[in-house]
Nanobody, 123 residues
């Protein structure tokens, strides 16, 4: 059974920081990608960031470049999303996703999804 468990969502004031965690388990991929996506109220789902397991290659959406940082803890198969200088427009449900080698910024490239976690940024 593949499991993706997000944690760290909370309410935070604009300009504040928050760190999301994604713990992945039960999968058989030797080379894979873990990505973060979000769906804001009234908007479609968008890719936020992702990281590859082999070389640590990363992707960031333009809206979060310079503010968000993705990292990995290979020993525990955990991926983090450090979010700084948060803005009200960052308010959304954030999802962690697992895909095979080559998965990148599009949702359809991923095979497994976490339940999502709420991030609310107040002005």
């Amino acid at each position: 059974e593949v499991q993706l468990v997000e944690s760290g969502g909370d309410l935070v004031q604009a300009g504040g920081s928050l760190r999301l965690s994604c713990a992945a388990s039960g999968f058989t991929y030797d080379d894979y990608t873990i990505g973060w996506f979000r769906r804001a109220p009234g908007k479609e789902r968008e890719g936020v960031s992702c990281i590859g397991s082999r070389y640590g290659s990363t992707y960031y959406a333009d809206a979060v470049k310079g503010r968000f940082t993705i990292s990995r803890d290979n020993a525990k198969t955990t991926v983090y999303l450090q979010m700084t200088n948060l803005k009200p427009e960052d308010t959304a449900i954030y999802y962690c996703a697992l895909g095979p080698r080559g998965a990148w910024s599009a949702p359809h490239e991923y095979d497994y999804w976490g339940q999502g976690i709420w991030v609310s940024v107040s002005s």
